[in-house]
Antibody
Framework: QVQLQESGPGLVKPSETLSLTCTVS????????WSWIRQPPGKGLEWIGYIYYSGTTDYNPSLKSRVTISIDTSKNQLSLRLSSVTAADTAVFYC????????????WGQGTLVTVSS | QSALTQPASVSGSPEQSITISCTGT?????????VSWYQQHPGRAPKVLIY???KRPSGVSNRFSGSKSGNTASLTISGLQAEDEADYYCCSYAGSGTYVFGTGTEVTVL
């Protein structure tokens, strides 16, 4: 059973860079797209972007200038960096596997809350 | 890329059927048969219910079904049960490798 675990600071100051890591266990990181999806408290889901195991990326156009997603296949990990954060970036961040054949997000991490505040 | 439009809330009595709509544009829902639906209980991660408009992953109840007409996709829950009380989100491929989610619908079982 594939498991995803997000980790990183729960508090980030405004204007700084948010950094999260996702560790994938119970399966290979190869052959899939891996996404980051966020959800502000009490609000809906927003797709941030994804990375193929080969390193190819696609990002949400509204966040593209501030987002970098990277992958380390040797560690079965992917990472998210979101720069110049504001309070509007406060959210639960989910690491999610995207199944290429189903073209759906099939395995989700438990999510990690990141609060942007001074 | 704007969020797909869903009704904020839908309610129904046990055993009834309800339908949640998901309205997009000709650039997303209308152009691709790549619509998926997710169920999210409070404090939990979402779970996929439907993919590619009508298909159910293994293990998902056949009480959940999906359809699409033009720029609007729909999720129908038949035989509504108390455990179906949750938030539901649609998601569509929007071209150029990007995805967009719906605004979300809260389902209440009366």
């Amino acid at each position: 059973q594939v498991q995803l675990q997000e980790s990183g600071p729960g508090l980030v100051k405004p204007s700084e860079t948010l950094s999260l890591t996702c560790t994938v266990s119970g399966g290979s990181i190869s052959g899939y797209y891996w996404s980051w999806i966020r959800q502000p408290p009490g609000k809906g889901l927003e797709w941030i972007g994804y990375i193929y195991y080969s390193g190819t990326t696609d990002y949400n156009p509204s966040l593209k200038s501030r987002v970098t997603i990277s992958i380390d296949t040797s560690k079965n990990q992917l990472s998210l960096r979101l720069s110049s954060v504001t309070a509007a970036d406060t959210a639960v961040f989910y690491c999610v596997r995207h199944d290429l054949q189903k073209r759906a997000f099939d395995y989700w991490g438990q999510g990690t809350l990141v609060t942007v505040s001074s | 890329q704007s969020a797909l439009t869903q009704p904020a809330s839908v309610s129904g009595s046990p055993e009834q059927s309800i339908t949640i709509s998901c309205t997009g544009t000709s650039s997303d829902v209308g152009s691709y048969n790549v619509v998926s639906w997710y169920q999210q209980h409070p404090g939990r991660a979402p779970k996929v219910l439907i993919y590619e408009v009508t298909k159910r992953p293994s293990g998902v109840s056949n009480r959940f079904s999906g359809s699409k007409s033009g720029n609007t996709a729909s999720l129908t829950i038949s035989g509504l049960q108390a455990e179906d009380e949750a938030d539901y989100y649609c998601c569509s491929y929007a071209g150029s490798g990007t995805y967009v989610f719906g605004t979300g619908t809260e389902v209440t079982v009366l």
